[in-house]
């Protein structure tokens, strides 16, 4: 299992270096953005939760911060699937796997398949 973790740990931070050095400027508007998204998401739940703390809403607030915690963590989980799915489907054609299996008799919906598999 630890070798695991390693391998992808070195291929983690190998692609993140290899973005960095070879398309500096898509890196830091990936990462910009989804800082931005993140602090919004996370400034309006502050916002929502001091808006709750007057004393008119003391007897729903336990019930009220419960559902705004899970709807909070459900916007986080969006946000990163979100931003997974382009990072995946940015790359996916342009591996030597995706070139060698173009090379092969298969049709369209095969290629495109064989690559959202490896995606």
């Given at each position: 299992?630890?070798?695991?973790?390693?391998?992808?740990?070195?291929?983690?931070?190998?692609?993140?270096?290899?973005?960095?050095?070879?398309?500096?400027?898509?890196?830091?508007?990936?990462?910009?953005?989804?800082?931005?998204?993140?602090?919004?998401i996370?400034?309006?739940?502050?916002?929502?939760?001091?808006?709750?703390?007057?004393?008119?809403?003391?007897?729903?607030?336990?019930?009220?911060?419960?559902?705004?915690?899970?709807?909070?963590?459900?916007?986080?989980?969006?946000?990163?699937?979100?931003?997974?799915?382009v990072?995946?489907?940015?790359?996916?054609?342009?591996?030597?796997?995706?070139?060698?299996?173009?090379?092969?008799?298969?049709?369209?919906?095969?290629?495109?398949?064989?690559?959202?598999?490896?995606?």
């Amino acid at each position: 299992m630890h070798a695991i973790l390693w391998a992808l740990w070195r291929s983690a931070r190998r692609g993140a270096w290899d973005t960095v050095r070879q398309q500096p400027l898509r890196a830091v508007t990936a990462v910009g953005i989804m800082l931005v998204v993140w602090a919004l998401i996370g400034g309006l739940a502050w916002g929502l939760l001091a808006f709750l703390g007057q004393p008119q809403y003391a007897l729903f607030k336990p019930r009220l911060v419960e559902t705004l915690l899970a709807l909070f963590a459900y916007a986080l989980l969006l946000l990163v699937t979100m931003s997974d799915v382009v990072l995946v489907w940015a790359g996916l054609f342009r591996t030597r796997a995706a070139a060698f299996v173009a090379t092969l008799p298969l049709t369209d919906r095969e290629r495109y398949w064989a690559a959202a598999i490896e995606g």
